[in-house]
C-alpha cells in the first residue's frame, strides 16, 4: 500500500504564476520529507525538504509547507518558469530509506 | 567530485543471460541504494548497503543479486530475468541515515529492456 501519495498526475502552469505541488502520507512516523525533481532520461534531483518539526521551508523560488494534522505537504514555486517544467516527487524518510509518490508532471508554458 | 554514476545508459538482454549494472561515487557517502522504477511509478527500493554491507532487502528475487566490493562501488548482478523486469533501475548515494535532510545524490540511471 502506497504511503505517500500524488494525487495529480499533472499541472500545466502559465509563465510567471505560482505552481502548487500536493503529496498526502499515511505513516505518521516519517521525520522528514523531501521535493526531487526529475528530467526524462536523468535521475531524481533533490530540490527542498522539511522535518517534521517545521511546518514552513523556504529556498529560492520553491516553498514547502508540510501540515502534519492533515498528513500533507506542498510544493509553491512562485515565479514559475519553462525550466521548471519536469515530473516532481514527493518522497518520505522511513529512517532508512525514502518512499516516493508517483510523482506530478509540471508543464510550464511560455 | 558530486555525482553518482551509472553504466550502462541502456541495457537490452535475453531471459538466459547475466549482465551487471555498475554505480559509482566518490563523495565519500558510505550508504548506497538501488531503486527500481518502472513508468508512471514510483521508485521502489530494492537493496540498501551501508559501510558497504546489506542493511535492507526489499523481498527482492534471487535474480538480482547486489554487491558492493567497495565503499565507491556498487553492482547490480542479472541473472535469468524476466520481461517484467525491464525497468529504470536508479542508484543513489548518502551518508547512513542523513539522507532525510540534503536528500540522496541519484544517478542517471540504466533503462533495462529484458527481451
Known amino acids: 500500500d502506497q504511503q505517500v501519495k500524488q494525487n495529480s498526475p499533472s499541472l500545466s502552469v502559465q509563465e510567471g504564476r505560482i505552481s502548487i505541488l500536493n503529496c498526502d502520507y499515511t505513516?505518521?512516523?516519517?521525520?522528514?520529507f523531501l521535493w526531487y525533481k526529475k528530467y526524462p532520461a536523468e535521475g531524481p534531483t533533490f530540490l527542498i525538504s522539511?522535518?517534521?518539526?517545521?511546518d514552513k521551508n523556504e529556498d529560492g523560488r520553491f516553498t514547502v509547507f508540510l501540515n502534519k494534522s492533515a498528513k500533507h505537504l506542498s510544493l509553491h514555486i512562485v515565479p514559475s518558469q519553462p525550466g521548471d517544467s519536469a515530473v516532481y516527487f514527493c518522497a518520505a524518510n522511513s529512517g532508512y530509506a525514502l518512499n516516493f509518490g508517483k510523482g506530478t508532471s509540471l508543464l510550464v508554458t511560455p | 567530485d558530486t555525482e553518482v554514476t551509472q553504466t550502462p545508459k541502456h541495457l537490452v538482454m535475453g531471459m538466459t543471460n547475466k549482465k551487471s549494472l555498475k554505480c559509482e561515487q566518490h563523495?565519500?557517502?558510505?550508504?548506497m541504494y538501488w531503486y527500481k522504477q518502472k513508468a508512471k511509478k514510483p521508485p521502489e527500493l530494492m537493496f540498501v548497503y551501508s559501510y558497504e554491507k546489506l542493511s535492507i532487502n526489499e523481498s527482492v528475487p534471487s535474480r538480482f543479486s547486489p554487491e558492493c566490493p567497495n565503499s565507491s562501488l556498487l553492482n547490480l548482478h542479472l541473472h535469468a530475468l524476466q520481461p517484467e523486469d525491464s525497468a529504470l533501475y536508479l542508484c543513489?548515494?548518502?551518508?547512513?541515515?542523513?539522507?532525510?535532510?540534503?536528500?540522496?545524490?541519484f544517478g542517471s540511471g540504466t533503462r533495462l529492456t529484458v527481451v
Open positions: 505513516n505518521s512516523m516519517f521525520d522528514y
Open positions: 543513489a548515494s548518502s551518508q547512513p541515515y542523513r539522507g532525510y535532510d540534503y536528500g540522496y545524490t
Open positions: 522539511i522535518s517534521s518539526i517545521k
Open positions: 563523495m565519500g557517502h558510505r550508504a
